[in-house]
């Protein structure tokens, strides 16, 4: 659900939807490719969740 959020038509609601992948850290290891994309989406929020997503997962896999 979170993964087809990304691709909403509605910043926020992309916005929401990597922030919630960032606070669920290494289980959403799956979100990448989505949350990679968003590195470049239109609104600058987005890709700044996206990037702060990608960094938590990728320092929780990393701790692992």
Do not use: F, H
Request: glycine residues 4%; negative net charge; hydrophobic residues 45%.
């Amino acid at each position: 659900l979170l993964i087809k959020a990304m691709k909403d038509s509605d910043p926020t609601v992309r916005l929401l939807a990597a922030t919630t992948l960032e606070n669920v850290g290494n289980a959403a290891a799956k979100a990448i490719p989505a949350l990679s994309q968003a590195l470049n989406d239109e609104d600058d929020t987005v890709r700044l969740a996206a990037t702060y997503a990608l960094e938590t997962i990728g320092e929780i896999s990393q701790s692992e």
